[in-house]
């Protein structure tokens, strides 16, 4: 399936496709386009629109993207939920949940927009590591809190 978002790649849209390619659609493909043309061209591509105004998959009631594609796909993953607060935090002005790790995100995210790599892809292929890393430690963080 073809998912579309905007190009130029930060927080929410680097989570997404992570959580999109582990969790729901391992031969997702992901299209970045303008801001203006992210509706458009998953409706000519007949894909699934996402961390855009006005899609289901965007920002809902201050929550960020990743947060809507977990209700979405009923993703209930204590690690995951977890790794949610922390992505929420880096991403949006409001944190609600003021996670330690979110600024570290933020700036782990802005510095890859800084390291001169070709495109949105590369930024994902590169940095889906981080978002491996950082799915360990909620799992790590999750398991000693349940012991």
């Known amino acids: 399936m073809k998912w579309i978002t905007r190009e130029h790649v930060k927080v929410d849209r680097v989570a997404c496709p992570w959580l999109i390619k582990r969790f729901i659609d391992p031969q997702a493909e ?4 303008p801001a203006d043309r992210v509706v458009a061209v998953a409706e000519r591509e007949r894909g699934t629109p996402f961390d855009v105004p006005g899609v289901a998959l965007g920002h809902h009631d201050g929550r960020c993207s990743f947060e809507a594609i977990l209700a979405r796909y009923n ?12 992505v929420h935090g880096a991403d949006v002005a409001e944190d609600l949940y003021g996670r330690p790790e ?6 782990v995210a802005e510095g890859f ?9 590369d930024i994902l292929r590169k940095e889906f590591i981080v978002y491996d890393a950082l799915y360990a430690y909620c799992k790590q963080q999750v398991a000693q809190e349940t012991a």
Do not use: M, S
Not at 76 to 81: I, K, T
Not at 113 to 121: A, E, F, K, P, Y
């Open 102 to 107: 979110a600024p570290g995100l933020r700036a």
């Open 113 to 121: 927009r800084h390291l001169g790599l070709r495109d949105d892809h």
């Open 75 to 86: 993703l209930e993953d204590p690690a995951l939920r977890l790794l949610a607060q922390i």
């Open 30 to 33: 992901f299209l970045f386009v």
